[in-house]
């Protein structure tokens, strides 16, 4: 049964990763379009949501969320602070908060809404066809009850991991949440290369897009390391062989390694500029 059905969820701020949430709980049939309820403000994408999936759509914040067993806050960093004010002293000690704002500590949503129940979460953009990886964390407020249904809600984006430490969701943004931009740049150069071989680039990305798609569910199905895949194809002067040579003498796995420890940093940097911008210490 879905731990999902008596509840009501309102989303704040019904943009991508909020239909995505919406049509992954729909489509798994884990709640009905009546128990969900979005804000927005724009008319047009109010009417959009409602004619697509047959929610309650409204102009108002305040009005969604307090609707809502589950409130999921889906706003740009840049706005929160305006919907947390909006929000502040609206919502019920027993209902539930999930954020998914980058760079928005648990502590600032809490100080910004005078409200202690909150889960965060970082999902990434796969999350838009139900193939995310979300990294999510709760305060000691959410009951087990709760975290069973924002562990189903988000489930509807792809996989999730609960983590007890909300630093977790700091390196998650480094690692998973940017994940997919390192995967496309890598995508992009090796399409490249192929081009400047002489394919097509229609059919440099067909090679490239399944040679990925195929490495990665081999990897996942073999339950091998990386390296020992790697490993196995990669005979004596060979082509892999040469073609390793290069990357390590390029600095490829440094940079890799320099890339996501930068967004890491990065990260903590926007975190307190969120948390300076939403409680103005
Ligand atoms: N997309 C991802 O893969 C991803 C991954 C990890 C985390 N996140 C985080 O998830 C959040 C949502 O991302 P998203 O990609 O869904 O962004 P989005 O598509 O821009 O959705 C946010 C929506 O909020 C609306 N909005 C603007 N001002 C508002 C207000 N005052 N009250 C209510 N709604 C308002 C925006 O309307 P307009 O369209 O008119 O501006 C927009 O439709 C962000 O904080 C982002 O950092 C996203």
């Known amino acids: 049964m879905s731990p999902l059905r008596s509840t009501t969820i309102s989303f704040i701020g019904a943009g991508t990763m909020s239909e995505a949430m919406i049509a992954g709980v729909l489509n798994k049939g ?46 740009k960093p840049q706005v929160l602070k305006h919907v947390l004010r909006e929000l502040r002293g609206e919502l019920k000690p027993e209902q539930t ?35 995310g990886m979300t990294v999510w964390t709760t305060t000691p407020q959410v009951q087990e009850k709760q975290r069973s249904q924002l562990q189903a809600l ?12 909300e630093r977790m969701l700091d390196m998650a943004t480094a690692l998973s949440g940017t994940g997919p931009t ?18 097509s680039r229609r059919v440099s990305e067909e090679l490239v897009e399944q040679t990925m798609l195929g490495s990665v569910l081999f990897a996942l199905e073999s339950h091998k390391h990386p390296a020992e895949l790697r490993n196995m194809v990669t005979s004596p002067g060979g082509t892999s062989a040469e073609a390793i040579y290069q990357m390590e003498k390029g600095g490829l796995r ?22 300076k911008s939403v409680t103005g210490e």
Request: aromatic share 6%; glycine share 8%.
């Open 30 to 75: 884990l709640v009905e379009p009546h128990q969900i309820r979005a804000s927005h403000p724009r008319a047009e994408r109010r009417g959009e949501l409602a004619e697509r999936y047959g929610v309650s759509c409204v102009a108002s914040n305040a009005e969604a969320a307090c609707r809502g067993s589950l409130v999921v806050l889906t706003v």
């Open 97 to 131: 908060v999930l954020s998914i704002v980058a760079g928005a500590p648990i502590d600032a949503i809490a100080t910004g809404l005078l409200h202690s129940a909150i889960g965060r979460a970082m999902p990434n953009t796969p999350a838009q066809i139900g193939r």
């Open 154 to 165: 988000l489930g509807a984006l792809g996989r999730e991991l609960w983590v007890d430490d």
């Open 182 to 199: 390192y995967v496309f740049l890598v995508m992009e150069a090796l399409i490249d290369a192929g081009v400047h071989m002489g394919f």
């Open 254 to 275: 440094t940079v890799l390694s320099r890339a996501v420890y930068a967004a890491y940093e990065r990260t903590q940097t926007l975190s307190e500029a969120v948390t």
